[in-house]
């Protein structure tokens, strides 16, 4: 059964590819096969996760060399992420139907959905990988197809150049990955991850595989520093495109690191956790600092998932330090919150990017400070789109909200440790992450504020139209799913539990009346009546008015504009303006400039025009990229110096080479 | 068994004759007369496989050694005399390196090679020879090609160096598996072809041959 679910997803995920590609020529056609069969794959994936989690775990060797070979093993943890993979893939592929007509008869369709459908095959060969080798090619093989989705508008220069910054971080990851894998396969003497969890490792060799790993997939996953590329790729890259490498690709490293922490170097020392905490909380914070001043959709959220995946690694280096102390308990709860967040992260990032592609397929701008008014334009995209604001900015009953309470309360139980690091590291990570959520809130406001309410700011903006059902529908399923899993956790927290059971052992949930779901320190939640709280509280304005008016009539003037007419765009206040407060509290993160050019016709009196500019620096670029790549640039120049470019000097290495050999063996070498 | 006797003293004067042919090419600045002495050379090449033929008795042999004729003492030089003809260069060998010095080199490197093959010291009088023979011939080949300037020296250097390799193979083995002989055969002949292409190519590009003009391409 298992295995015929699995071979039925790899098989129409291949089907998908190779038919987009045979039916190249004809648009429509190619978008949907490409399209609609890895709908079909992903739904295969969703019956094999689901059969996986509440049954076996899944072996399946295919027989190879003794050096590789392929082999897919899929336990519980595996089976997750694949799921998490496929309901993304479902929606996103609904959705990409609608909106790749966008590129018909300007780019090549059957290239598109051919990379698209490789692409979701290797994220889930990467989670079910069963040894290092096999593992590392199909990561790379992720890599690289990705590579080529984000550099599918390669006519623009901008996307190039974000193509180059991917590229490189990811290989620089996948370098340390090889790195902490090779240390791996010399303990244990074997490259199948089978092997890796048992093997006896040195103290010292541990460490190091563990920062290797956590360099590595940190590249993949956008911890801070390492996050430089994301918010180029995302932007860069085709919307349906983004939602999928922003909702699942950097999931993956996510899967990876549990894998390496939890399995292959057992139970951790306690400053792993630690590390890992605190740079769940700096990447939360950046990212989302970040955000609040971008006037960029996408750009802002791409700098929105470096946030949450922050999130995930608080859950995450929490779940560590429990672990290491000797508490699965505790542990669970942690590693329960961080997956919550990651499927939560994955559904609405996912809506978020495609409500973005959404604006752009109808106003061909990415711009915020250029749209306004969509709201009465496009009514269905923006209810959606809100839905998905709200769950990001931790509103209950939303998804955002039960994550983050969990994370934030796995924060709290630190407590109980009674270890005085311990509660300092937690409380201030508890801190950073109501800090985070709140600028959250702030970032998406603005961008829901400016984007779709108020009066359109430019022509685009004015002539939107409403997008196409498919776009809807694959936006809506989202939608539905963030409020499902926003008001039922009662019945997704028993489920990640048996996820979170194979690598922490114990958890320790109890599920009381009315979906209320209590941990261990006595904290409990009910989703369902936070649900019934907020409808009373929406319905207590309107009772009021019952109660005391008898009538309910609001009356339409135009707003009081001290005598001058408001009703412009050009008065509105934009996006910039609405962060700008931050900007200003914040500054020495931000560091801003700014630039005023004027021009005068005859003398100063007499202004042309003036210009403002202003900006904010991005630290980590200025300060830690732009030194290492000149540095890196001056080594090649130095070396560069031996590539004469003359054949005559080239051969005279290898000659002089030669001859130093010879006189090697006849002296030395007897 | 005399046969084979005969067979050693005829081959330690053809490997010494090889060694000759080798310094002729070193020692002209023309490039007719260097691609003369490449003929001379396969042709004692040739009769080096003709002479293992014999006194092992394989057939096979005797069909490397045909080939060899063909192929190295005629066909190649002739390739090379067309591309000379064709391109109309100056028929001057232009040197980095002084023809006197060029032959101290080629001297130097000889010594080293014997020494080197010397000191592995498994090998019998004669293999042991044509060892350090083959080993000259490789390391002059390449020697060849970093000192001369025109692109045809530097395949001539190129398929001395492939002379070395053959007699070292040769009298080793005493022949190797035909079709691998065939193989190389083929290789030899078409990378000559695609290098008379390229300098073709090169003097289109940059009215010379001058293979120093090829600094420009640089990154």
Redesign the interface.
């Known amino acids: 059964m298992d295995y015929n679910l699995f071979s039925g997803l790899v098989i129409f995920y291949l089907i998908g590819a190779a038919s987009s590609i045979i039916f190249n020529k004809k648009d429509r056609l190619s978008s949907y096969a490409a399209f609609l069969n890895a709908a079909v794959g992903s739904v295969f994936g969703i019956l094999f996760s689901i059969s996986i989690i509440s049954g076996e775990s899944f072996n399946f060797e295919i027989q190879g060399t003794s050096f590789l070979n392929f082999g897919f093993f899929v336990d519980r943890l595996s089976a997750f992420f694949i799921l998490v993979i496929s309901i993304a893939t479902l929606a996103v592929s609904i959705y990409s139907t609608g909106y790749v007509k966008e590129y018909f008869g300007k780019k090549n369709i059957g290239y598109l959905g051919f990379l698209y459908n490789i692409f979701i095959l290797s994220m889930i060969m990467v989670v079910s990988a069963n040894n290092a080798v096999m593992f590392l090619i199909v990561w790379e093989m992720m890599s690289l197809i990705s590579y080529f989705l984000v550099i599918y508008e390669h006519e623009k220069p901008e996307v190039r150049k974000a193509g180059f910054i991917y590229i490189v971080m990811t290989h620089i990851g996948t370098g340390f990955i090889l790195l902490s894998f090779l240390i791996l396969a010399g303990a244990s003497g074997s490259f199948s991850f089978e092997s890796f969890s048992g093997a006896a490792i040195p103290p010292l060799l541990k460490d190091l595989v563990f920062l290797f790993a956590l360099i590595g997939f940190g590249a993949k996953a956008g911890i801070v520093p390492l996050h430089i590329w994301l918010p180029y790729a995302h932007p860069a890259a085709p919307s349906n495109v983004s939602a999928l490498m922003s909702g699942v690709m950097i999931k993956t490293a996510i899967y990876m690191l549990i894998r390496v922490f939890f399995d292959f170097l057992g139970s951790g020392v306690m400053w792993w956790g630690f590390l890992v905490l605190a740079l769940g909380a700096i990447s939360a914070l950046a990212g989302i600092m970040y955000a609040v001043v971008e006037s960029d959709i996408k750009r802002m959220l791409a700098f929105s998932s470096i946030e949450n995946m922050g999130i995930i690694l608080l859950g995450l280096g929490a779940s560590m330090i429990f672990f290491a102390a000797g508490n699965p308990g505790l542990s669970a709860i942690a590693a329960v919150a961080s997956l919550y967040h990651l499927l939560n992260h994955s559904v609405f990032k996912g809506l978020l990017f495609m409500g973005a592609g959404s604006i752009i397929f109808s106003t061909h701008t990415k711009n915020l400070e250029k749209l306004g008014g969509l709201i009465r334009k496009m009514p269905v995209s923006s209810v959606l789109f809100f839905t998905g604001v709200l769950s990001i900015s931790a509103l209950p009953p939303f998804s955002g909200f039960v994550s983050e309470w969990m994370t934030l309360q796995s924060l709290l139980l630190g407590f109980s440790l009674n270890d005085t690091f311990v509660m300092i590291a937690f409380s201030i990570s508890a801190a950073v992450l109501a800090l985070t959520g709140a600028l959250a809130a702030l970032c998406f406001l603005k961008t829901f504020g400016i984007g779709f309410l108020a009066l359109p700011r430019s022509q685009q903006a004015e002539h939107a139209k409403e997008v196409n059902s498919p776009m809807l529908l694959g936006m809506g399923l989202f939608a539905v799913l963030s409020i499902l899993f926003g008001v039922l956790p009662v019945f997704i927290i028993p489920f990640l539990d048996r996820i979170v059971q194979t690598f922490t052992g114990d958890g320790s949930f109890s599920y009381g009346y009315f979906g209320t779901i209590t941990l261990s320190g006595g904290n409990s939640m009910s989703t369902p009546a936070l649900l019934i709280l907020i409808l009373m509280l929406a319905l207590l304005p309107l009772m009021i008015l019952l109660l005391y008016n008898g009538k309910m009539r609001s009356p339409v003037y135009e707003t009081w504009g001290c005598g001058q007419p408001v009703s412009t765009a050009r008065n509105e206040y934009t996006g910039t303006a609405f962060s700008k407060p931050v900007q200003m509290w914040l500054g020495s993160f931000y560091k801003p400039g700014r630039e005023i050019t004027t021009t005068y016709s005859v003398s100063p009196f007499f202004r042309e025009s003036i210009r403002f500019g202003s900006r904010t620096e991005q630290i980590f670029e200025r300060y830690l990229y732009a030194p290492a790549v000149k540095h890196v640039l001056e080594g090649s120049r130095k070396v560069k110096l031996i590539q004469t470019g003359s054949i005559h000097a080239y051969l005279a290495y290898i000659f002089v080479t030669l001859v130093i050999l010879f006189m090697f063996v006849i002296l030395g070498g007897r | 068994m005399s046969e084979l006797i005969l067979g050693s003293r005829m081959m330690q004067l053809i490997i010494a004759l090889i060694l000759v042919s080798t310094f002729l090419i070193l020692g002209s600045t023309r490039l007719y007369s260097c691609v003369r002495a490449f003929g001379i050379q396969s042709f004692l090449l040739a009769c080096v496989a003709g002479i293992v033929a014999f006194s092992t008795g394989k057939f096979d042999i005797y069909i490397v050694a045909l080939l060899t004729l063909v192929i190295k003492a005629a066909l190649i030089p002739y390739i090379f005399i067309y591309i000379i003809r064709e391109i109309k260069v100056k028929r001057e060998v232009e040197l980095?390196v002084s023809v006197p010095s060029s032959i101290m080199i080629g001297g130097v490197?000889v010594v080293?090679?014997y020494?080197?093959i010397r000191?592995?010291n498994i090998m019998s009088e004669l293999s042991s020879l044509s060892l350090s023979a083959s080993m000259s011939l490789v390391?002059i080949g390449?020697?060849i090609?970093?000192?001369r300037?025109k692109a045809i020296m530097?395949m001539l250097g190129i398929l001395i160096m492939e002379n070395g390799l053959f007699l070292g193979a040769i009298s080793l083995t005493y022949g190797m598996p035909l079709l691998v002989e065939l193989g190389i055969f083929f290789d030899v002949l078409i990378g000559v072809l695609i290098m008379g292409i390229l300098v073709f190519r090169i003097n289109r590009t940059f009215e010379s041959i001058d293979?120093?003009m090829?600094?420009?391409?640089?990154g």
């Open positions: 980095y490197l080293i090679s020494y080197l000191s592995i390391s390449l020697f090609m970093i000192s300037k530097q293979t120093d090829l600094k420009t391409l640089i």
